[in-house]
């Protein structure tokens, strides 16, 4: 996902894990629990990206339904 600032594209840019149909940001970790940054981190991209609907999964549990935080914009 690019930068772009008073319609200056930027060449760094944010590395969003996976983007499905351009509607929902599917952001992937391997982490023992969610923090306030990796909720911060999609919510980033949801407003950067004019998205609605963005996925935090940890795939680090023993059972992926535990792993999922739903995040919406």
């Given at each position: 996902?690019?930068?772009?600032?008073?319609?200056?594209?930027?060449?760094?840019?944010?590395?969003i894990d996976l983007l499905?149909?351009?509607?929902?940001v599917?952001e992937?970790k391997?982490?023992?629990?969610?923090?306030?940054?990796?909720t911060a981190?999609?919510?980033?991209?949801l407003?950067?990206?004019?998205?609605k609907?963005g996925?935090?999964?940890?795939?680090?549990?023993t059972?992926l339904?535990?792993?999922?935080?739903?995040i919406?914009?």
């Open positions: 996902m690019p930068i772009v600032y008073k319609e200056v594209k930027l060449d760094h840019g944010y590395r499905v149909e351009e509607k929902v599917i992937i391997t982490v023992d629990a969610f923090n306030d940054v990796h981190q999609v919510l980033t991209y407003n950067l990206g004019n998205y609907l996925l935090l999964l940890n795939f680090q549990t059972m339904k535990n792993g999922i935080k739903r919406i914009n």
